[in-house]
């Protein structure tokens, strides 16, 4: 059982350049969600998924976008690079009210240069 | 706005001792409040809280969460150098998705 699995683990952008951020999770959640952390800083939500096809806005969602066509994937995309976008990206699932909290994806460590 | 706000930030205590995390927080629709540990990478889940007073334990870990105060404490006893980790609180908020604001984390270091 893998669990939450995240692509790439380490990535360097040029400013203004795009990519997108792999999460897959094969426990069935039906709640998918992506975090940014900051040095020093708590996670902030950046979009959530509440199931196949349904999409929403967390903390910080400006200069990302999600989709989430299926019940395993949910790819977080960055269009036009900038370097406040630096940051460990974490993908999370969870089993509606989880009583065990999240399931947290290892990370992806992004520097935009 | 929601703020989740832990204290002290940083720590540095010897191995044996004990130790305890505050957490706060402000708020609006508040469900849970969660504890999580991070080591080198993903943060691990420890606790889930929901009612006022009740301790959850683990082993040396325990958590108790006060509604009228608004706060949470994290202990942990008889410390061992692999507890050294960042300590996130977390308060999910909301209908729906599990949606969670973090605090900034107390980073806790254990000298052997």
């Known amino acids: 059982n893998a669990g939450v699995t995240q692509t790439p683990k380490f990535r360097i952008l040029k400013i203004g350049q795009s990519m997108t951020l792999q999460c897959t999770q094969d426990?069935?959640?039906?709640?998918m969600y992506w975090y940014r952390q900051d040095p020093g800083m708590g996670l902030k939500l950046i979009y959530y998924s509440v199931g196949a096809g349904i999409t929403d806005k967390g903390e910080v969602p400006n200069g990302y976008n999600v989709s989430r066509s299926t019940t395993e994937d949910f790819p977080l995309r960055l269009e036009l690079a900038a370097p406040s976008q630096t940051s460990v990206y974490f993908c999370?699932?969870?089993?509606?009210?989880?009583?065990?909290?999240?399931?947290f994806g290892s990370g992806t460590r992004l520097t935009v240069v | 706005e929601d703020k989740v706000v832990q204290s002290p930030l940083s720590l540095v205590v010897h191995e044996g001792d004990t130790v305890t995390l505050n957490c706060s927080y402000e708020?609006?629709?508040?469900?849970?409040l969660l504890w999580y540990k991070q080591e080198k990478k993903a943060p691990t889940f420890l606790f889930m809280l929901t009612s006022s007073g009740i301790e959850k334990k683990s082993g040396r870990l325990s958590s108790i969460l006060d509604k009228k105060e608004l706060s949470s404490i994290l202990n942990i006893t008889a410390t061992q150098t692999g507890d050294s980790a960042i300590y996130l609180c977390?308060?999910?908020?909301?209908?729906?998705?599990?949606?969670?604001?973090f605090g900034q984390g107390t980073r806790l270091t254990i000298n052997p």
């Open positions: 708020v609006t629709n508040f469900r849970s």
């Open positions: 426990m069935n959640h039906n709640y």
């Open positions: 977390a308060v999910e908020k909301g209908v729906g998705a599990q949606k969670l604001v």
């Open positions: 999370a699932s969870s089993k509606d009210r989880g009583r065990d909290g999240y399931t």
